[in-house]
């Protein structure tokens, strides 16, 4: 019974199929075929703009691609302290950079403060040309503690923003578990906030290897297919990669697949909530508890899969994913309930 990751799940059948529809006869490589064009319209009409969607295999390429284009090499981007690009990367952002640094801003609830972002931005200058010039701050949607960025406090970021001129980034390889939590559209949790490249996630949602980055700032990206290139991550067959990504979107599969992942965490919350010590709000499909070590070794006797939080020895995580089963959870809240 894997709480472990939605890394480890399985390819949503749907998906699998478009998969194998696409291995049917001839596509024009690089990008020119007619799964990738379609799906430039498919998401321009998602968002209800224009955008440039770049498909690639990981979200580190997108993230490391996303600082890349928004971040001259003798800049920096503002993320949260433990956000994934700054601890879970191996450096892949610099590196795509060229140079530019990562810096951490703390806060609560795996969200970066937003008093301390601003406070931080208005003390940069005082070294003039011996300190790393800010160029983007990055949020991740949902957060790395399963939290959320509510709407309020992404306006408040884009006003800062725009205060000082940066790009915002944001980190959406849980993207749809936050659409399909808030019941905001996607296009206002994004551009319409002033979010200049999203890291479209699909692949800890049901896809097999399929992320995007999103442009919505038709001033930066003009280079970003050669860098794309440059990084190693220009697919051959990109089509089986966009033949996901059309098949994720298709009949609002994407929200459905989270909705189901964000309802089995909600279960376990509802029936643990008043007797047991949660780390965080749950609000997506992440859920951090607090258990004696003697409990938490009992629940992996019991064939229960999930990872003890690095650095603890009583907090695990549970993620919840579009294949996980009710009844498998069920089982969990009974076996965390026994004393």
Not at 12 to 21: D, F, G, K, W
Not at 51 to 70: E, F, K, Q, W, Y
Not at 144 to 152: I, N, R
Request: glycine fraction near 8%; charged fraction near 20%.
């Amino acid at each position: 019974m894997n709480f472990r990751s939605d890394n480890e799940a399985p390819v949503n059948a749907r998906i699998m199929e478009a998969i194998i529809a696409a291995n049917n006869g001839f596509e024009e490589s690089y990008g020119y075929d007619s799964y990738t064009n379609k799906l430039q319209q498919e998401m321009q009409n998602l968002f209800g703009c224009w955008c440039d969607v770049i498909p690639l295999t990981t979200g580190t390429s997108a993230n490391s691609l996303a600082m890349a284009i928004s971040t001259p090499s003798y800049g920096s981007l503002l993320c949260y302290e433990t956000a994934h690009m700054m601890t879970d990367e191996c450096g892949a952002p610099e590196f795509y950079s060229g140079g530019a640094k990562l810096i951490g801003i703390n806060g609560k609830n795996g969200k970066i403060d937003i008093k301390l972002l601003d406070k931080h931005l208005a003390g940069v200058g005082v070294h003039g040309e011996h300190e790393s010039l800010v160029s983007a701050i990055s949020l991740t949607q949902s957060t790395e503690a399963g939290t959320l960025y509510s709407m309020d406090e992404i306006k408040q970021i884009k006003a800062i923003k725009e205060k000082y001129g940066l790009f915002l980034h944001m980190d959406g390889s849980r993207i749809a578990n936050a659409v399909a939590a808030t019941g905001c559209g996607i296009a206002q949790m994004t551009w319409k906030s002033g979010v200049d490249l999203l890291s479209f996630g699909a692949t800890k949602n049901g896809a097999m290897i399929a992320e995007a980055l999103v442009v919505f700032n038709p001033k930066i990206g003009k280079e970003i297919k050669r860098m794309r290139k440059r990084a190693g991550q220009l697919i051959s067959k990109m089509r089986f990669v966009s033949a996901q990504l059309l098949a994720y979107l298709e009949d609002n599969l994407w929200l459905d697949l989270a909705a189901h992942a964000n309802k089995q965490a909600q279960s376990l919350y509802r029936a643990l909530q008043s007797t047991h010590e949660f780390i965080y709000p749950v609000q997506a499909n992440e859920v951090f508890l607090r258990l004696n070590p003697k409990d938490i070794i009992q629940l992996q006797k019991l064939g229960f899969e999930f990872h003890v939080w690095p650095g603890s020895a009583d907090i695990i995580r549970l993620v919840f994913s579009h294949a996980t089963q009710s009844k498998h959870v069920v089982q969990l809240i009974e076996a965390l309930k026994k004393p």
